[in-house]
């Protein structure tokens, strides 16, 4: 297994261009077996979720061709058959997101249970029962799921939370389903819109992404369309804080700004100075830092997914910091990691005491999630000495190029 290797105490500077989105990516992928035509997709990460999910398509029979730069052109006419491999299914989280898409245009999809992060539960049934209500028959047994409709109907459906997977695979189905649906207490997250404006380009009819109540008109059929992917929130915000906890000075390209409004504020709380203007946001920081409280909510609350990242940053301010993380239950696997590394963390059930100390130490490290992974990546950076991130298999999937990003900044990091 492949691992990052750190030598700590280079302040980062300089300027890095984020990559597209990697939560816009997939759903946005098996958005494209809608058509039969052409589907020409820009700013594609080179993920190693990006990389399955390509997989995934072409098991399914649809032709992929990169066109370099990060270009994809997807084309799903000749899809051949309806079930997708458990070896497949079981590599990452999203491939769930395969069932709305399968059972607008085919009426019939079989999967297993997928796998991803073990971060906390993230049950299916808020996506079966959704379909159920949309008229599928769905049929569980030993691991697999298969869900069949005769004739998809649109429904008006209340979500129990705001779960961005099942809005997004309910807008899939309902785009190719007969009539109306209405998806209540739905996620307002950035890639939710992002796909809203994929559907719609290929003919769909969807409104009200962004907020709570989504609406979809039903089409007979979609086609092609060219789009551009949105840049990634989240690795925007890791590098934020890169410059954060190095006390660094880094300008940001490709960015929108107001999809990182809930970290900003945070860090500006803190003491960071961040300016912004249209695509750019520039972070630098000299002064001490001050401790912060903060509570991970749904967006446009502060993202778990930044919560990891947050917690090594904070373990380096004086003070008494405190993380509530609500969202994921088994979301502070990092915790005992930051510890080797000479943090002082207490937990006490979904809440984190953060003491910051004067210094971290280089150990050997392993990362246990993706976001965790980043998280530890960015301890080794202000680390004394040498930190060995192992494991890094996780952080391939949703960060394009970190070690060489990095190394663009000024950080000593290699793969070996």
Known sequence: MSKFII??????????????????????????????????????????????????????GAKIKSEGNGTYTINSNNISHTSISEQLMRKMRASNLIIGPMLGRFGEVKIAYPGGCNIGDRPMDIHL?????MGAEIYEEHGFITARAKELRGADIHFDFPSVGATENVMMAAALAEGKTIIRNAAR??????????????????QGAGTDTIRIEGQKKLGGIEHTVIPDRIETGTYMIGAAITRGDIVL????????EPLTAKLREAGVKIETESG???????EQLKPIDIKTLPYPGFPTDMQPQLMALLSTIQGTSIIIETIFENRFKHVDELRRMGAKIKIDGRVAIIKGVENLSGTNTQATDLRAGAALVLAGLVASGDTVVENINYIQRGYENLP?????????????
Not at 129 to 133: A, L, M, N, V
Not at 189 to 206: I, T
Not at 404 to 416: D, F, P, Y
């Open 253 to 260: 390209d490709n960015v929108i700004v107001e999809h990182v």
């Open 129 to 133: 029962k959704s379909f159920e209500k």
């Open 404 to 416: 060489e990003k990095l190394r663009g900044l000024g950080a000593q990091i290699k793969t070996i």
């Open 189 to 206: 997250e950035p890639e939710v819109v992002d796909l809203q404006s994929f559907l719609n380009g290929m003919g769909a009819k969807v």
């Open 7 to 60: 030598k700590g105490g280079n302040r980062l500077e300089g300027e890095v261009c984020i990559s597209g989105a990697k939560n816009a990516i997939l759903p946005i992928f098996v958005a494209s077996l809608m058509s039969e035509s052409d589907c020409i997709i820009h700013n594609i990460a080179m993920l190693r979720d990006v990389e399955v999910m390509e997989q995934l398509l072409t098991s399914l």
């Open 280 to 286: 750019k946001i520039h972070v630098k920081t000299k």
